[in-house]
């Protein structure tokens, strides 16, 4: 969503509203069109027009303010507010009388300039003043920020699980540390404590402190819940395989929602880059081809939900019914099962609580940056691995890749291996694991194993990230669809016993080549077993299975 920049601000302060008023329509009448500019009556009026506009990601470029006011003078307001924003010019209005004050506040609290009232003719001794402050003020200032800001820890975990998930879902942010003055000032004026983090302020100015998923994607614009009680077509997650069902099955016509617990684009979304996708022969970041095909189903009409996490599918007669952790539910003809698969999570002392602190799993893009200079350890020896090393290799200093097999022949692309080994920041350590994980508030070191002599070795790091394995998220299916022994989604040619279907298939037809156990229910992508876990075959599988959708509701 395309965000409208917003005019700069001049802020006026008077307790006699004739002078209010006054001040304000020779600001207007001057500078209205390129300036907007807010009026308050009382220091405290004024104070909250600071915190609200500071929410909200203004400019303040002046402000001006009456000395004689009660409960809160002049002086006092611009101290405050010279806090919230201390790029601001700022103007004491005084009478003859109050000069010497005006004179001491230069010192005390930098006061940029005092005018004394009255001041006609404006042109003449109203005007030059705040021109030459603005002129100032042109080449001192920062511009605001008008995306959603997120004030965080480095090491906090939420704090590096809400960046991945604006990050992910192509919602423009800014991030403040938590102990630097301008994330203190938004903690400040948005009345957080700073324990519970992070604080996100949205674009429209509302705090929210520590949201879960589904606040937060429901306060910066996306879509939460179906808008419909029944469609054609439910497709249950959107990496690759996904995204193809929901372009593909809207193209053609079905009422069709794609339903992801987090973000889309699945494990192919957070690579750095794909090099072996066809068409791209110069590569492409997951994200790129993410957003890509996002925005090519919602072209076609697709609608996507994000942060509903399924829990239990029902077959209820001719329906297919898909229950969420939020107690709502979908219905539709039919489902596409393309939830994909979680990285596995590592087993050892410290590695879970450090989870968010040092140890990530997958690229986690966002902390690239932070890894300058940095020594990094990856865990991991498929193409996932592969690429986030070539990645963070040109912002750390060494990358340490540790692969428990013998090499990387057997699990990456030749073309990588070439591209790993050809890089002098980029190591491998064979037959090695990492079996616990050292700190206090972050990741301080690691401990490594040798797989062959046993021998344990720490080595300094405050940066791992986890490629490993792939867990299928099917548990919600249990006792609905069949799995084999791992988990996978069985479907089409693998549900038969000897070349017969099995005695629970209730139709007379044989089970098409993605279908499930339960008729209508189809599986596609890294989600069914012996699927080919490439992006392109999850591809090809997620528009083929629409096909056989068509086919599935012929016969209805």
């Known amino acids: 969503m395309e965000q409208v920049q917003r005019q700069p601000v001049l802020l006026t302060v008077d307790d006699d509203p004739v002078v209010s008023r006054s001040v304000a329509r020779d600001l207007r009448r001057h500078y209205g069109e390129h300036f907007r500019v807010v009026r308050a009556e009382s220091g405290a009026a004024a104070l909250e027009a600071c915190r609200e506009l500071k929410l909200r990601g203004d400019q303040v470029a002046v402000l001006l303010a009456d000395h004689r006011m009660p409960d809160m003078n002049g002086l006092e307001f611009l101290e405050q507010a010279m806090d919230l924003f201390p790029y601001a010019r700022r103007i004491l209005l005084t009478a003859y009388a109050d000069t010497d004050v005006a004179i001491d506040a230069v010192n005390v609290i930098d006061l940029d300039h005092y005018l004394l009232k009255p001041w006609d003719p404006p042109e003449e001794k109203f005007y030059p003043v705040i021109d030459a402050q603005l002129k100032a003020w042109k080449t001192t200032s920062r511009k605001a920020v008008p995306e959603t800001k997120v004030v965080g820890h480095r090491w906090s975990a939420r704090s590096s699980e809400v960046r991945e998930f604006l990050a992910r879902n192509q919602v423009a942010y800014r991030w403040y540390a938590s102990d630097e003055p301008e994330g203190r000032r938004l903690l400040e004026v948005a009345g957080a404590d700073g324990l519970d983090l992070p604080l996100v302020v949205t674009t429209a100015a509302k705090a929210l402190v520590a949201p879960s998923d589904a606040e937060l994607a429901a306060e910066v614009g996306l879509s939460v819940a179906p808008t419909e009680e029944f469609y054609?077509?439910?497709?249950?997650?959107?990496?690759?395989?996904?995204?193809?069902?929901?372009?593909?099955?809207?193209?053609?016509?079905?009422?069709?929602?794609?339903?992801?617990?987090?973000?889309?684009?699945?494990?192919?979304?957070?690579?750095?880059?794909?090099?072996?996708?066809?068409?791209?022969?110069?590569?492409?970041?997951?994200?790129?081809?993410?957003?890509?095909?996002?925005?090519?189903?919602?072209?076609?009409?697709?609608?996507?939900?994000?942060?509903?996490?399924?829990?239990?599918?029902?077959?209820?007669?001719?329906?297919?019914?898909?229950?969420?952790?939020?107690?709502?539910?979908?219905?539709?003809?039919?489902?596409?099962?393309?939830?994909?698969?979680?990285?596995?999570?590592?087993?050892?002392?410290?590695?879970?609580?450090?989870?968010?602190?040092?140890?990530?799993?997958?690229?986690?893009?966002?902390?690239?940056?932070?890894?300058?200079?940095?020594?990094?350890?990856?865990?991991?020896?498929?193409?996932?691995?592969?690429?986030?090393?070539?990645?963070?290799?040109?912002?750390?200093?060494?990358?340490?890749?540790?692969?428990?097999?013998?090499?990387?022949?057997?699990?990456?692309?030749?073309?990588?291996?070439?591209?790993?080994?050809?890089?002098?920041?980029?190591?491998?350590?064979?037959?090695?694991?990492?079996?616990?994980?050292?700190?206090?508030?972050?990741?301080?070191?690691?401990?490594?194993?040798?797989?062959?002599?046993?021998?344990?070795?720490?080595?300094?790091?405050?940066?791992?990230?986890?490629?490993?394995?792939?867990?299928?998220?099917?548990?919600?299916?249990?006792?609905?669809?069949?799995?084999?022994?791992?988990?996978?989604?069985?479907?089409?040619?693998?549900?038969?016993?000897?070349?017969?279907?099995?005695?629970?298939?209730?139709?007379?037809?044989?089970?098409y080549h993605l279908e499930t156990s339960v008729p209508g229910v189809f599986a596609a992508g890294d989600v069914r077993a012996e699927s080919a876990k490439r992006v392109a075959s999850a591809v090809g599988e997620g528009a083929m299975a629409v096909m056989l959708v068509h086919r599935y509701l012929e016969q209805l």
Request: with cysteine; net charge negative.
């Open 232 to 511: 054609d077509l439910v497709v249950i997650g959107g990496g690759p395989a996904g995204l193809s069902a929901a372009l593909y099955g809207a193209s053609e016509g079905l009422r069709t929602a794609l339903v992801e617990r987090s973000a889309t684009g699945g494990q192919a979304g957070q690579s750095s880059r794909i090099e072996n996708y066809l068409g791209f022969p110069d590569g492409v970041s997951g994200a790129q081809l993410t957003d890509r095909a996002r925005r090519q189903a919602l072209k076609f009409g697709a609608e996507i939900v994000l942060t509903q996490d399924a829990v239990g599918l029902e077959v209820n007669g001719a329906a297919r019914s898909v229950r969420f952790a939020d107690g709502s539910s979908v219905d539709a003809h039919t489902v596409i099962l393309a939830n994909g698969v979680a990285y596995r999570e590592l087993d050892g002392p410290g590695i879970g609580a450090l989870t968010g602190r040092g140890v990530y799993y997958g690229s986690a893009l966002t902390e690239a940056t932070a890894c300058s200079d940095q020594d990094i350890y990856i865990v991991g020896g498929a193409n996932s691995a592969g690429q986030a090393a070539m990645f963070l290799s040109a912002h750390a200093r060494t990358v340490t890749l540790v692969v428990r097999a013998p090499s990387l022949t057997q699990s990456m692309s030749h073309y990588l291996i070439e591209q790993v080994e050809r890089n002098p920041r980029i190591r491998v350590v064979t037959q090695t694991e990492v079996v616990e994980a050292v700190g206090d508030d972050h990741l301080e070191q690691l401990v490594l194993r040798d797989i062959a002599t046993g021998e344990k070795r720490t080595v300094a790091t405050g940066w791992l990230f986890v490629f490993i394995g792939a867990a299928p998220l099917t548990t919600w299916l249990d006792g609905v669809v069949e799995r084999d022994s791992h988990g996978f989604v069985c479907a089409g040619h693998d549900l038969l016993v000897d070349g017969q279907t099995p005695e629970s298939w209730p139709l007379d037809r044989p089970p």
